[in-house]
């Protein structure tokens, strides 16, 4: 199993400006996934980072609006940039286990965007 | 584009009731796993079932899958208030594919 922590909760921000999710687990994993979640939808998957390389993005996504680190096998962020209403969402990281495909969630961000 | 489709969109019941929800999905799975969300907050992992079971129970859990008609279904029997939360269907094609999840189920249970 794996304890995720993600920070902030939820936040509510201006329209332009930029936020930076943060992911902690309590483990070394190989990847790590960042999901949106839009109201009363369903998870869509942004990217899996990857440690010591780019991260992968999904087809919709672009680096440019949805940059992401990951500097060592623990940690991981997320950054929603030059934002718009449109990007009021849940933002979710998570971790897979040993290839079976079960994931762990962290508790989510909800943004709000103004 | 999502891979599985929950039904009935949203349900509900009275506590101690069994409530009953269905996923079907369109290609071939390694395996398919139910999670519940509570209050938008992060998803829990409830069951995994492999692409060769048809049929798993974890507590008051019931998963089914029936791969020739691609579906599956999630039994939650005896039901109480605190079991009222989404609930997700989610496939994967094999190991270390990404996971694809339905549109999920909004699951009410009355007191």
């Known amino acids: 199993s794996a304890v995720i922590s993600q920070k902030p909760s939820r936040d509510i921000c201006q329209r332009g400006t930029s936020l930076t999710i943060q992911c902690q687990v309590d483990?070394?994993?190989?990847?790590m996934f960042w999901y949106r979640q839009q109201p009363g939808q369903s998870l869509t998957l942004i990217a899996t980072?990857?440690?010591?390389?780019?991260?992968?993005?999904e087809s919709g996504f672009v680096i440019d609006k949805f940059p992401i680190s990951r500097p060592n096998l623990t940690f991981s962020t997320l950054t929603v940039s030059n934002m718009s209403p449109e990007d009021s969402s849940i933002y979710l990281c998570?971790?897979?286990?040993?290839?079976?495909?079960?994931?762990?969630f962290g508790s989510g961000t909800q943004l709000s965007v103004l | 584009s999502q891979q599985g489709e929950e039904d009935p969109q949203a349900l509900s019941i009275q506590e101690g009731e069994n409530a009953t929800m269905n996923c079907s999905y369109k290609?071939?799975?390694?395996?398919l796993q139910w999670y519940r969300q509570n209050s938008g907050r992060g998803l829990v992992h409830l069951i995994l079932?492999?692409?060769?079971?048809r049929e798993k129970h974890s507590g008051r859990l019931r998963v089914t899958l029936d791969t020739s008609k691609k579906s599956s279904s999630l039994l939650i029997t005896a039901s109480r208030a605190a079991d009222t939360a989404s609930y997700f269907c989610?496939?994967?094609?094999?190991?270390?594919?990404?996971?694809?999840f339905g549109k999920g189920i909004t699951l009410s249970v009355r007191p």
């Open positions: 989610a496939t994967d094609a094999g190991a270390n594919s990404k996971l694809t």
């Open positions: 998570s971790v897979g286990t040993g290839g079976i495909g079960k994931l762990f």
């Open positions: 079932i492999r692409s060769n079971e």
């Open positions: 483990s070394q994993v190989t990847m």
């Open positions: 290609t071939s799975i390694n395996n």
């Open positions: 980072a990857n440690q010591g390389s780019e991260a992968t993005y």
